[in-house]
């Protein structure tokens, strides 16, 4: 459990920053947005009502992401980051992630310096131990269950607060520990904390969320084309609608069950519509990429980075299983930015190169 040390320097740290606070985390899920909300609110009574803003990266493509921020109105209480500037670049707090030097930051990339990180990953590149900052990274099964451990060590209540935040945070523990089946005892008492303050017929709703038709045709391909080597498996789907980037993890999670498959990675390549519309060039040169590992020897966090190099990380669940992925550059999007569409040809040529040397990386021995 976190230490009553450690609540009392993220107090302290909170305490003496001085001006408003910025929260990023870089891939929207229910752990991310509970962790981040849930932050959001401790940080604002601590402060006396300090201004708190929440950026994302990314969209929220999943459907239970959706379905969340419906429900609780998160569109208006959250912002993209691209419209973070340089005055919010200060007082920095990042959840569910401990790397600056992340492709999902865009040109922040390297540039924010955290003095709070709150995270279950593994391949931090965060430096700790500087004087006003508090890092807390435990390699537990959400993020979730270290926030509510702070919450509690600070003596905060969900007795009077909004209905999301412990539904946020019992959603985070859930699904990030695969519906509570990859728990460590510290994440099964936090979800039970914060259970009690939930409406369990909303939250069933939530999690019983509807999956689009689409996501039934991606995985239609990925059988039809995934490519097996020894105990590993390779898809790569091709272009891939940005609104629908978060299928890779549904397949990589479902085709890891497999039960010869020690190793799944799913990729496809994003593209925006929009230049499509104005007969540009629809790809914008970067693969995303989602991986599950069922094999305890397997470091997934290093494994993905020997591979594909920065941009990718992972996460140990408490059974021994990896989850990870990231967003890679090809290295041709300077070929594709501002340029006509490509021909069917150098389309289908393109294609087929990324998939025979994304299963050349992988498979590697």
Known sequence: MITKEQAELFKKVITEAEGGFSIIFTQPDPDALGSAFAIAYMVREITNGKSVKVFHCGGFAHPMNRAIANKFTLFDRVTSIANFTEKDNSNVILVDSSKVNDSRLGDLASTIVPIVVVDHHRSSDIEQGKAGQCVIIEEIG?????????????????????????????????????????????????YITVAEHIDHDEFNKLIRHDIPNSWFCYLEKALSTRKHLGDKTVVYLGELNVSDADVLAWIAETLIRHASVSLVVVAGMLHDEKKAEKGRCNLEGKIRISARSANPSINLSQFLEDCFGGGTGAKMMPNGKGSGGGLVEVGIQPWLIDSPSLSEDARKALHQFVSIRLTQLVCRD
């Open 142 to 190: 959400a993020s979730c269950t270290l926030v509510v451990e702070l919450w509690s060590l600070l003596g905060f209540s969900f007795e009077k607060v909004e209905q999301a935040i412990p539904t946020l945070l019992a959603l985070g523990i859930y699904n990030d520990t695969e519906s509570l089946i990859d728990t460590t005892e510290r994440d099964r008492k936090a």
